[in-house]
C-alpha cells in the first residue's frame, strides 16, 4: 500500500462533517496548463497540454446507499448532497455541485450497482483561472465514486467519457482538459489527438520553465464565459461550412478541420479564408488553421529541446488569440508583454482566455528574472489579496489523476 500524506485541514473537515469511520481513499486530481493548441480542441485538432502540480485532492469514503455528500473547503462553496442515478436534476447554472453530479450521473449510467460517497474536498488550484480547476473535479469526483466502488477504469475512456458527461454544466467544451487530467505523465506535456482520442506524453527538457501568472480576473467557465465560449464553438462550424461549401461547389463532403488540414497547408487556408470568409468568422477560422500548424510546429520543437522556437509559437498563438479569437484581455496582455520584456522565450494566454492566467517559458536560468519583473510590474502595484504564490507560480509537469487506499 502507497503511503501519503493527507492535508490535516481536509481531514479535520472530513470528520467535522461526516465523523467516523474515517476517509478509505485520497484522489488527487491535478489542474493543467495548455502550452499550445487554444480553442482547437473542440474542432478536433491536436493540442499540447501538461498536468502541473496542483490538484483538486479529495478525501472520500464509501457509503452503503446511493447518497453523494461532498464538502469543499472553498470559501463560499459549502457542502453539496444528491442521490446518484441515471437522471439527476442539475443545481442552478453556475453551481459547482453540477461538476459532481456532472461525472455521477455519466458513470451512474454506464455501471450498475454503484453505490454512493461522502468526501470532504478542497483545491490547491486556483479557481476559474483557466487551469482546469473543474475538469480536475469532474475527473476527481469519477474517481472517487469508481474507487468507492472498488471498480477501475482505463485513463483514456475515462477522459472521453467525462468530455461528455461535464457538457452536464452547459459548456460544450472539447476533450482536452479530461484527457490530460486523468492521463499525464509525470515530467512530459502530452499531446492529444481527437476523434478518437490519444495521449501521446512528450518529455519536457529538465532546463525549461514555466511561469504561470494570473490576471486576477476570473474565466468563469460556467459563468459570463460560458456563452462566449459556446459562441466560438459555434462559429468554427460556420466558418468550416462555409468553406467546405466553397470548395465542394456547393456540395459537401463532410471534412472536418483535421481533413482539410492534411490536403490543404495553414497558409493555402488562411488564403482560402480570405476568399470565402467575412469578419468575425474570417478571423476565427485564421487562428483555428494556424493554431493547429502551430502545434505541429511546438511539438517538434519541444521533442528537439529548441524552447527559442517553441517560445516564438507560444507568442504568437497569443497574438491569434488577441486579435482574431478575441479572448484576451487588457491583463492577459500586459502580463504577456511583461513577461517578453523580462526576456522570456516565449508567453501566451492559457486556456479558455476571457481572464485567467498566462503562461510563460524561460530557461531555468533566465527564470528569476521573469518572475521578479512579473512581481514588481504588475501584482506589487495592484496588492491582490492572500499570498503572491497563489497568483504568480512555476508549474512543473506532473502525473494524472490518481486514487491513494488509506490505512486505517
Ligand atoms: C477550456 C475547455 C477546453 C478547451 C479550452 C480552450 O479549457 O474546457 O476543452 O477548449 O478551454 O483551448
Known sequence: MQSVHTPPELRSAFDAHFGTPAPALFVLSPGRINLIGEHIDYNNLSVLPMAIGRHVRLLVRPRADARVRIASLSAGFGAREFLLGREIPPYPVGDWGNYVKAAVQALARTHDGL????????????VAAGLSSSSALVIGVAL???????????????A??????????????????????????????SRVDFAPLRITPVPVPTDWRF???????????????????????????????????RLTRGGSSGRGYRELLATYS??????????????DLRKRFRHVVTEADRVRRAEVALRGSDLATFGTLLSASHVRLRDDYEVSSTALDELVAIADAAGAAGAR????????????????RDVEGVLDHLRTEFYVPRAPAGPLGDHLFLADPAGGARVVELGQ
Not at 453505490?115 to 486556483?126: M, R
Not at 459562441?231 to 462555409?242: D, G, M
Request: charged share 20%.
Open 266 to 279: 495553414a497558409g493555402e487556408l488562411v488564403e482560402i479564408g480570405e476568399q470565402v470568409l467575412d469578419g
Open 115 to 126: 453505490h454512493g460517497f461522502d468526501a470532504a474536498l478542497d483545491s490547491t488550484l486556483p
Open 144 to 158: 472517487a465514486l469508481l474507487g468507492a466502488n472498488g471498480r477501475t477504469w482505463d485513463a483514456v475512456a475515462l
Open 211 to 245: 511561469v504561470v501568472a494570473h490576471s486576477l480576473s476570473r474565466a468563469e467557465k460556467s459563468g459570463g464565459a460560458q456563452a462566449t465560449y459556446n459562441r466560438r464553438t459555434v462559429e468554427c462550424r460556420e466558418a468550416l461550412s462555409l468553406v467546405e461549401t
Open 349 to 364: 494566454l492559457t486556456g479558455a482566455g476571457m481572464g485567467g492566467c498566462i503562461i510563460a517559458t524561460a530557461p531555468a
Open 160 to 189: 472521453e467519457e467525462m468530455a461528455k458527461a461535464e457538457r452536464y454544466t452547459g459548456t460544450q467544451g472539447g476533450g482536452m482538459d479530461q484527457a490530460i487530467c486523468a492521463g499525464a505523465v509525470e515530467g512530459t506535456a
